[in-house]
C-alpha cells in the first residue's frame, strides 16, 4: 500500500513537471512574422511591425512640459487652438498655416526583421484625416525635396518605448459668415498621418515580390491625427 502511494505521487509529480514546461514554453513562444500587424487589405504583413505609436501628445508652443491634447490609436480626434501653435501666420485674410509641436510615443513591440542598417525615420505626408490613409508611396525612401536624416532610438529592447518631438503643419482656408463677419474653418491639409519606418524594410516591402504600395502598409508603426481648428 504504501509503494501504491509513494508511486502514485512520484506519477502526479512527474505529470506537473511536464505541465509546466510545457506552459513555461508557451509564454516564451516567438510570434510568427505578421502576427501582430495587419495590411490595409486585413492580411497579415509579411513581417511583423517592430513597433507601434501609442499616442501622439500636442504641445503648446515649445513648451514640451505642457500638453494640451493627446491622440491615440483608437482615438485620434483633437481640437487644435490656433494660440496653441508655436507658429501661427495668415499671409493673407482667408488664410492661415499653423505649426504644431508633436511628442510621439513609440514602444517596441518585436524585434526588426530585417536589420535596420540604414536607421528609422518620420514620415508625415500631408492631406486630410478623411483620405491619408489610402495614401500611396511613389519613392522610397522619401523624395530629394524632402530629405529625412535617420534617427536612433534610445530604448530598442522589446517592451521599452522612446519619445520623438516633431512638428505638425496645417494650411487652412479661412471663409467668413455674415452678418459679424464670423471666421469659420472647414477646408485644411497637414500632417495628419505620422508613420515610422525601418528603411532598410520598407525598401525590401516595396520591391518585388511584395510590391506594397501604401504607406501604412511599408511603416513599422502609424498614428491618425483627426483635428477640428478653433481660435
Keep these: 500500500?504504501?509503494?501504491?502511494?509513494?508511486?502514485?505521487?512520484?506519477?502526479?509529480?512527474?505529470?506537473?513537471?511536464?505541465?509546466?514546461?510545457?506552459?513555461?514554453?508557451?509564454?516564451?513562444?516567438?510570434p510568427e512574422p505578421g502576427s501582430n500587424c495587419t495590411l490595409r487589405n486585413g492580411l497579415p504583413r509579411f513581417y511583423s511591425c517592430e513597433f507601434e505609436i501609442t499616442k501622439a501628445e500636442f504641445i503648446r508652443g515649445l513648451d514640451v512640459n505642457e500638453i494640451f491634447g493627446t491622440v491615440t490609436k483608437d482615438h485620434p480626434d483633437i481640437t487644435l487652438p490656433f494660440s496653441?501653435?508655436?507658429?501661427?501666420?495668415?499671409?493673407v485674410p482667408n488664410t492661415k498655416n499653423v505649426t504644431y509641436k508633436v511628442n510621439l510615443h513609440i514602444k517596441r513591440i518585436a524585434n526588426p526583421s530585417i536589420s535596420a542598417s540604414e536607421g528609422y525615420i518620420i514620415d508625415k505626408p500631408k492631406g486630410t484625416a478623411a483620405n491619408i490613409l489610402n495614401s500611396i508611396v511613389g519613392e522610397f525612401p522619401l523624395p530629394t525635396l524632402h530629405p529625412q536624416i535617420p534617427f536612433v532610438l534610445k530604448n530598442p529592447s522589446v517592451g521599452d518605448s522612446?519619445?520623438?518631438?516633431?512638428?505638425?503643419?496645417?494650411?487652412?482656408?479661412?471663409?467668413?459668415?455674415?452678418?459679424f463677419n464670423t471666421p469659420v474653418y472647414t477646408n485644411y491639409t497637414g500632417?495628419?498621418?505620422?508613420?515610422?519606418?525601418?528603411?532598410?524594410?520598407?525598401?525590401?516591402?516595396?520591391?518585388?515580390?511584395?510590391?506594397?504600395?501604401?504607406?501604412?502598409?511599408?511603416?513599422?508603426?502609424?498614428?491618425?491625427?483627426?483635428?477640428?481648428?478653433?481660435?
Design 162 to 179: 522612446a519619445e520623438f518631438i516633431t512638428d505638425a503643419e496645417f494650411h487652412i482656408d479661412v471663409s467668413y459668415l455674415p452678418p
Design 84 to 91: 496653441y501653435a508655436w507658429f501661427n501666420f495668415s499671409s
Design 1 to 30: 500500500m504504501m509503494k501504491s502511494t509513494h508511486l502514485l505521487k512520484l506519477v502526479t509529480f512527474s505529470t506537473l513537471l511536464v505541465v509546466s514546461n510545457i506552459i513555461s514554453c508557451t509564454d516564451h513562444v516567438t
Design 191 to 231: 500632417n495628419v498621418l505620422f508613420l515610422l519606418h525601418n528603411i532598410a524594410t520598407s525598401k525590401t516591402l516595396i520591391a518585388p515580390p511584395h510590391n506594397y504600395t501604401y504607406r501604412t502598409d511599408l511603416a513599422e508603426a502609424h498614428i491618425l491625427v483627426n483635428p477640428t481648428f478653433v481660435d
